[in-house]
């Protein structure tokens, strides 16, 4: 229960505090943008099972991959994606440290 709550916390959590602190005139957009990064998840579909409480995602699923991850700190120097790019990170901290309260 802890874990869930600590995982999801970091899913929507973190990237509100982010866009709150970092993004103050346009909060909900970079909000709503760093929250697209759960669409990553969409690979979870191509696992079989496509849900397993005991796999840890991170180099499992194939947008959850080292190389991805590469490819997602570019982005967020980036300007134009880097709202998204923060999002992506975040996304693959939370699975991280589900991960490793597992």
Known sequence: MLQTLIHYSLHFGL????????????????YLLMICGMLIDLDHLLAN???????????????H???????????????????????LLIHILADAVDCLLM
């Not at 099972?49 to 947008?63: A, T």
Request: net charge positive; with cysteine.
């Open 65 to 87: 991959h080292y190389y991805a991850v590469a490819i997602y700190i570019v982005m967020a120097i980036f300007k134009r994606t880097r709202l998204l790019g923060i999002g």
């Open 49 to 63: 099972p496509i849900f397993d409480p005991g796999r840890c995602s991170i180099n499992f699923h194939p947008l």
């Open 15 to 30: 990237p509100l505090i982010v866009a709150l602190v970092f993004f103050k005139t346009n909060w909900k957009f970079a």
